[in-house]
């Protein structure tokens, strides 16, 4: 029945149109329906076979197929095998409007001859040639560096059951678990018990047992595995280990960031869980920028989404409170917050990226501009000084649970890339912060020192939502090596602050314009605190409360992505 089908047109070639594949077989619950089924390089079209004219044709691109397998079926009597392909296309919504990425599954029985055997290996030719069609047809974005991971890709899934409104684990079992077997992806489950859980882990780990880590919970849990990987002594190595979301928090802040990369139609809820399931299956990745963050007690964090002081801070933190109502919560503690407005005073300086020289170590140039402002207290040898903040530290988010492991083992298989040239110190072997002073130290005069001191609000951010539904930096890509700077100073009426962050939902705050609203693209920035209250977060959790400076370092780690 199965007849090879090859196309020499150049043209169609090169359009992805040449066959590799043609065959006919029957539907997987009624054999007297036939379908001829033909693969080329970008697509798997199928057709009923029928005497009726206009038979109906359905084409699926292989940009959207997550894997195939073949399998014999269930009755021993039965001669024939089947193999299923998994598709995930954008399809318009039930019951809204848009579109959105849908399962459709499609089934086929080959029976060509009366020898079982012979049967499961042509449906294993069929399975294997379409996920290797689909691997080379992942939908790629320009002017990104992929790199791929080769498959079987093991990966460890880090999951905080208390992350959102606890529902993380369950996420994972309705609509993960399935696609990670439809794409033949081994996987180990690692339930988080305590907070710094994942952190300890990853610091300790051996990671040649795994070719990613992918965390499904908030943005918490991935600020965690990020700084225990910066931990290791091996850094420069384990921060190369590819690094997957799935959203199973209240923000998801990364996740909706990465679901915007790929280009796809604004999702929500499980419909973005669905998008990174789909993204982590297909194993592209790329590159991710890192933010180094130095704190007065002289401890040093790594962030990869925000760093927060004022409204911001207060209201991530603030609304903790509201956790079970999920993502509403954020606008719940914003409502909260506008009816007691805070001004917030501190001294806030940064480096713009049209200057951004590289400095050695404690050593300062002096052509500053005679137009850009300086503030002494700033720029001044002695150190700030501040109060420190007396409220209980509420970052913790975790609760208890019993650890479960899943195991399925593989081969081990790496991403061939070349890796970056990071520059390391020779004594703590972490990167070197080379635009950044210390923080006793003032600020080189090339830097910007913001004349203002009355705040409402100072949010440095490096991706492109600050949650699912706050579309902060539109034209902002994970590895862009920005710092995107947003503050607002102090003056702003309740109902205009409102009104910006309505505006954020479709990233149109930056059209308003709003004269206490600033925007800078930045490559390093310090922070100093005067007023006592409040709170300053990065990536959402609460650090200590001071003097705090940091730097970008372009593309040194690696995610998943589309």
């Known amino acids: 029945m199965e007849k090879d089908a090859c196309d020499p047109d150049p043209s169609r070639q090169r359009n992805g149109l040449v066959g590799l594949l043609y065959g006919e077989f029957t539907d997987m619950l009624n054999d007297r329906v036939r379908y001829s089924v ?19 044709k359905v084409v699926f691109n292989l940009t959207d197929c997550v894997g195939c397998r073949a399998y014999r ?22 019951m809204s409007a ?3 990425r849908q399962r459709v599954e499609q089934c086929f029985r080959v029976a060509l001859v009366q020898d079982p055997l012979a ?25 990104v560096a992929y790199m791929e991971v080769r498959r079987p890709c093991r990966i460890m899934i880090l999951v905080n059951p208390q992350s959102g409104r606890g529902q993380a684990l369950q996420l994972f079992t309705g609509h ?9 992806v081994p996987y180990t489950l690692v339930i988080t018990e305590h907070q710094n859980h994942a952190r300890e882990l990853v610091r300790k780990a051996d990671l040649s047992q795994w070719d990613a880590l992918v965390i499904l919970s908030g943005d918490g849990l991935l600020f965690e595995v990020i700084n225990g990987l910066m931990d290791r002594e091996d850094w420069q190595e384990a921060i190369q280990i590819p ?10 802040a990364l996740a909706a960031s990465v679901h915007h990369y790929s280009q796809s139609p604004p999702a929500w809820n499980e419909e973005l869980l669905l998008s990174c399931g789909f993204m982590l299956c297909k194993g592209l990745v790329g590159p991710l920028d890192l933010v180094s963050v130095h704190l007065a007690s002289k401890q040093r964090l790594f962030s990869f989404l925000s760093l927060a002081w004022g409204f911001v801070a207060d209201v991530d933190i603030e609304s903790e409170k509201y956790r079970h109502v999920g993502a509403i919560r954020f606008l719940m503690g ?4 506008l009816a007691s407005l805070r001004v917030y005073q501190g001294r806030l300086a940064y480096l713009p990226v049209k200057e951004a020289p590289k400095l050695s170590k404690g050593s300062f140039t002096t052509n500053h501009p005679p137009s850009t402002p300086q503030h002494p207290s700033l720029c001044s040898s002695l150190p700030c000084q501040f109060i420190p903040n007396t409220s209980p530290n509420p970052s913790s988010r975790h609760g208890t649970n019993s650890n479960h492991n899943t195991r399925t083992n593989s081969s081990n298989n790496a991403i061939t890339t070349k890796r970056p040239q990071i520059e390391s110190d020779t004594k703590t072997r972490a990167p070197v912060d080379s635009l950044l002073p210390d923080l006793e130290q003032p600020v080189p005069d090339t830097w910007t020192v913001v004349k203002e001191e009355d705040f409402v609000l100072v949010l440095a951010i490096y991706q492109s939502h600050l949650a699912e539904d706050l579309w902060t930096v539109p034209g902002a890509m994970a590895d862009d090596g920005l710092i995107h700077l947003f503050y607002v100073t102090a003056g702003i009426s309740r109902p205009a602050l ?10 149109g705050h930056l059209a308003c314009g709003c004269p206490h609203l600033v925007y800078e693209k930045v490559k390093a920035l310090r922070l100093e605190p005067i007023t006592p209250q409040g709170m300053i977060t990065v990536d959402g959790e609460v650090v200590e409360y001071g003097p705090v400076q940091a730097q970008i370092h372009p593309g040194i780690a690696r995610l998943m992505r589309g």
């Open 73 to 94: 079926g269930p009755d021993s009597a039965d001669v024939g095998a089947y193999f299923t392909a998994y598709f995930y296309p954008f399809k318009r919504r039930w």
């Open 243 to 252: 690094l997957g979301i799935l959203p199973g928090g209240s923000g998801n």
């Open 334 to 337: 914003t409502l909260v917050r």
């Open 38 to 56: 033909s693969l080329t390089e970008s697509a798997l079209t199928i057709q009923r076979i029928s005497s009726s004219p206009g038979r109906t």
């Open 176 to 184: 993960i678990q399935g696609m990670l077997t439809e794409a033949s």
């Open 119 to 143: 049967n499961l290996q042509e449906a294993e030719r069929w399975a294997h040639a379409i996920r290797d069609a689909s691997a080379r047809q992942a939908s790629r974005r320009d002017s």
């Open 98 to 100: 848009g579109v959105t």
């Open 498 to 507: 409102l009104r910006l962050f309505l505006a954020m939902e479709k990233g």
